[in-house]
């Protein structure tokens, strides 16, 4: 099912009222879903592989630790900064300053930033623990059977 979108994500604690959360594709709703969002966008940073390795660690350490609750949804949204810690990064990677497309649309040439890259295969390693964990793949399908 997709993300829904039409939330009121101002006032959902979605910890007290997880029926509310859908998984969505990739990414979605990553900077929306709280009191995830707070807790783990704090710690996550890409600007050098030592800052990656930190900030994957401990989002990962959250994944577990939500894990160890049986936090679906805390463990998704771990889940998703990981991943998007891993694509921010590659677009860095890609295109200087992130930007992929200049004033007027047109996308910027690529060039290869190696420190952006090995910050990127930093975060890739922990999502792909996470999005591979058995508990994690066994309550994600609990989660849709239930509530879509």
């Known amino acids: 099912m997709a993300f829904d979108y039409d939330l009121d994500f101002d006032y959902i604690d979605f910890r007290k009222n997880p029926e509310l959360y859908r998984v969505g594709k990739g990414e979605q709703g990553v900077l929306l879903v709280e ?3 707070s807790e783990i966008l704090e710690h996550w940073r890409f600007k050098t592989p030592d800052i990656a390795k ?10 577990l630790d939500y894990k160890e609750k049986e936090d679906f949804v805390g463990m998704d949204m771990a889940r998703k900064f990981l991943q998007m810690g891993y694509t921010r990064a590659r677009r860095y990677t890609n295109y200087k300053g992130g930007k992929k497309y200049d004033e007027d649309g047109n996308v910027n040439e690529r060039q290869e930033d190696p420190v952006k890259a090995e910050s990127a295969a930093i975060f890739m390693e922990k999502w792909k623990l996470a999005r591979e964990d058995e508990e994690y793949l066994k309550q994600k399908k609990a989660h849709q059977e239930k509530y879509g």
């Open 35 to 37: 009191p995830y969002k």
């Open 54 to 63: 930190e900030s994957s660690d401990k989002i990962y350490q959250m994944f």
